[in-house]
């Protein structure tokens, strides 16, 4: 049976091996192009799509002994640049990448300037607007960074009704106190 057929992936065991480089640069060669493709239309982003193409061929490196020959490279490679931008769109929607934004951004360069002074007096006015118990509900979660059944114990009450208090005071801070 004559025909075309698709390149095999070598399986080389060993790490960093001289041929496994060579087999690398030459699919890189052939479908660097089309994984730079899938990673610039799920990223939207130049930048962010070329260090994602170049993880993908550096995860193809360290795991060509996962590639079974069951689809060609280029579906290997498409796999894991779909897998790795959708998991970099995740992690950049996640909830601890807001708090860390916005507390660097009221940091100043001297580090405890104006907009520093600023959150701290807004945290501290929609304090006053709450009782005791639910202030400490909110340091214990919001700046111990204890779990709600870690507040919830060393409160004495339930997981439920400290997520209700906590949610009240995340009505007078908005969006950015929402408890999950």
Request: negative net charge; charged residues 30%.
């Given at each position: 049976m004559t025909g075309t057929s698709q390149p095999v992936l070598k399986v080389i065991p060993g790490g960093a091996h001289p041929d496994r480089r060579a087999l690398m640069r030459e699919l890189y060669t052939k479908y660097g192009g089309s994984v730079m493709g899938r990673c610039r239309y799920l990223l939207k982003d130049a930048t962010k799509a070329e260090d994602a193409m170049h993880d993908v061929f550096a995860r193809a490196l360290t795991h060509g002994e996962d590639f079974r020959a069951e689809a060609s490279p280029l579906t290997w490679l498409m796999k894991i640049a779909t897998n790795h931008c959708l998991n970099q769109l995740r992690s950049e929607q996640a909830g601890w990448r807001r708090w860390f934004e916005r507390d660097e951004a009221a940091r100043s360069e001297g580090?405890?300037?104006?907009?520093?002074?600023?959150?701290?007096?807004?945290?501290?006015?929609?304090?006053?607007?709450?009782?005791?118990?639910?202030?400490?509900?909110?340091?214990?979660?919001?700046?111990?960074?204890?779990?709600?059944?870690?507040?919830?114990?060393?409160?004495?009450?339930?997981?439920?009704?400290?997520?209700?208090?906590?949610?009240?005071?995340?009505?007078?801070?908005?969006?950015?106190?929402?408890?999950?």
């Open positions: 580090h405890g300037g104006q907009g520093e002074m600023e959150t701290r007096d807004l945290v501290r006015r929609l304090l006053s607007k709450v009782d005791v118990e639910t202030q400490a509900a909110v340091v214990h979660y919001h700046v111990d960074g204890m779990t709600l059944e870690e507040v919830a114990a060393m409160l004495g009450r339930s997981v439920p009704t400290i997520r209700k208090r906590l949610e009240r005071f995340a009505e007078l801070g908005g969006e950015e106190l929402r408890v999950p």
